[in-house]
Nanobody, 123 residues
Framework: QVQLVESGGGSVQAGGSLRLSCAASFDIRTYNSLACLAWFRQPPGQAREEVATVNSDGTTGYADSVKGRFTASKDNARKTLYLQMNSLKVEDTALYTC??????????????WGKGTLVTASS
């Protein structure tokens, strides 16, 4: 069964850092056929938003709210997506979820979703 499993969430003081991971249980052939991996987040009581994307060629994209603070990357050998989050703000508090698509990131056509990991930044 195909799964995306997130880890690395937790509670930190504002200004701190966390590194999220998203491990894929796909076989390597399926994983290599994916065109885009992404991180989303949903703050309490708010809509889900796209945070960062990583295309199959390694190019990345970020929401304006996290540019310069968050870095998305992937390790194809480990079939794992990462999100390094620095200078965390209280407003970064959210459930962070990873997603995967067989199409380019701009398509918004997400086939697989994880269940999420909770990040809480407090002042």
């Amino acid at each position: 069964q195909v799964q995306l499993v997130e880890s690395g969430g937790g509670s930190v003081q504002a200004g701190g850092s966390l590194r999220l991971s998203c491990a894929a249980s796909f076989d390597i052939r399926t994983y290599n056929s994916l065109a885009c991996l992404a991180w989303f987040r949903q703050p309490p009581g708010q809509a889900r938003e796209e945070v960062a994307t990583v295309n199959s060629d390694g190019t990345t994209g970020y929401a304006d709210s996290v540019k310069g603070r968050f870095t998305a990357s992937k390790d194809n050998a480990r079939k794992t997506l990462y999100l390094q989050m620095n200078s965390l703000k209280v407003e970064d508090t959210a459930l962070y979820t990873c997603a995967a698509s067989y199409r380019r990131c701009a398509s918004g056509a997400w086939t697989y979703w994880g269940k999420g990991t909770l990040v809480t930044a407090s002042s």
